[in-house]
């Protein structure tokens, strides 16, 4: 059961396409666990659409509609492109941009209990994966911009809860926070943040820069 | 000036398209929706050309992905809606907007006690609803959806304090989200 949802600014930015890519991946994937906010996303499409309905019309140029008119003969009927089915249950819009399954991802050290992968960067907007066995501390830290968090596998804990997967926390610029994996599987999650993060202690000062924190 | 489409009008055309390629039901398509989307465009600021020629695009698309539609799932006008909105995502910054593939989630479940309301319907009182919207209400239902900015921006931009941006969103969506029935 999911706990922690996006709130009604994020799924509306998603649903208009404010949000930019990575923000929106992590509405998606939360929309792969959740059916909840799948129904809220097609609520937020429908007013979009009525809010287009509604737009005072702004003419083409003459000869517009003949001129998309010829092109019909010319371009392809689309076809939306199969999605293989994951064999470890990664949500497919994820797979897109892992090119495969989590369980295929190959993780980067980051300490001996965390490790991570990046799956892109857009200026200072980065999206990766983390990675922690039972027990890892992320330690304390805090952001210049905004962090969301994801739960793919497994769970962890701070001060505000529990997340398990699907649930979503936001942490906005200059929240602090101290996530510790829960016991049993690894915790992986996505991640995206929107400004570099600051640790608190100084080994991981030393080292962020180094993982492209 | 067109006038506004009953809702299933729309829809109807599209799975014309959908079905047989019907070249005169694209046509009155496009004379309903290619203004509306370049409107659209316009307002999130693209340039008078590049809102040209968005907007036809935006139609070829509606073309090439006509056998996608589902109009037991989305009207014309919303699911015209999201492929202008990813057109311009793709063509004004170069970003994908990362979406569910449906066939992912059949059956989907319909949460809530909305399940054996009709679409058409459902959008039909939507509409409704959203014209009996206050003025300062649809004022920032619109910003939201067509401008990019933050709710702390188009409080600046009103001249009004951020939290009665936030109330004013609030009591409209409330309002369009019960217009459609089931949960909120």
């Known amino acids: 059961m999911i706990a922690h949802h996006p709130d009604e600014a994020l799924l509306i930015a998603y649903a208009s396409g404010a949000a930019d890519e990575a923000a929106s991946l992590i509405v998606a994937t939360h929309m792969h666990y959740c059916a909840i906010c799948r129904m809220r996303g097609k609520k937020l499409e429908a007013i979009g659409g009525g809010l287009l309905e509604g737009l005072a019309p702004q003419p083409l140029a003459s000869g517009a509609l003949e001129a998309t008119l010829a092109k019909l003969d010319q371009v392809t009927v689309f076809e939306r492109p199969r999605r293989v089915p994951s064999r470890d249950g990664t949500p497919g819009v994820l797979r897109d941009y892992l090119g ?40 304390t830290h805090s952001h210049q911009g905004t962090e969301y968090t994801l739960v793919l596998a497994g769970g962890y804990t701070d001060a505000t809860g529990s997340y398990a997967p699907g649930d979503l926390q936001v942490m906005e610029s200059g929240q602090r926070h101290n996530p510790v994996a829960d016991p049993g599987e690894d915790c992986i999650n996505l991640a995206v943040t929107t400004g570099r993060l600051t640790f608190d202690s100084l080994i991981q000062k030393i080292a962020a820069p180094l993982f492209g924190f | 000036m067109t006038r506004p489409a009953e809702v299933g009008e729309m829809d109807m055309l599209l799975g014309r398209v959908a079905a047989n390629q019907d070249r ?8 309903h929706f290619a203004p509306r989307i370049k409107a659209y465009l316009l307002r999130l600021g693209a340039p008078a050309a590049v809102a040209e020629e968005l907007a036809q695009e935006a139609l070829l698309n509606a073309w090439r992905k006509a056998r996608l539609f589902d109009p037991a799932k989305a009207s014309a006008a919303t699911w015209l809606f999201t492929i202008a909105r990813n057109l311009r995502i793709d063509a004004l910054r170069r970003e994908k907007h990362p979406e569910l593939d449906p066939e992912e989630f059949m059956p989907e479940p319909e949460a809530g006690a909305d399940a054996g309301l009709m679409l058409a319907e459902k959008e039909g009182r939507l ?39 936030k109330s004013r969103l609030r009591l409209a969506m409330g309002r369009l989200k019960r217009a459609m029935g089931g949960e909120e």
Do not use: C, N
């Not at chain 1, 857009?122 to 039972?134: E, I, K, S």
């Not at chain 2, 005169?24 to 004379?31: C, K, Q």
């Open chain 2, 24 to 31: 005169a039901a694209f046509a009155a398509l496009f004379g």
């Open chain 2, 127 to 165: 509409r409704l609803a959203l014209k009996e919207l206050p003025a300062d209400q649809i004022q920032v239902v619109e910003l939201s959806f067509f401008a990019d900015k933050p709710h702390s921006q188009i409080a600046l931009e009103l001249g009004i304090p951020l939290g009665t941006v």
């Open chain 1, 100 to 139: 495969g399954d989590l369980r295929d991802v190959r993780w980067r050290r980051m300490g001996p209990r965390l490790s991570y992968a990046p799956l892109f960067r857009r200026g200072p907007v980065a999206a990766r994966l983390l990675r922690g066995t039972p027990g890892a501390d992320s330690g």
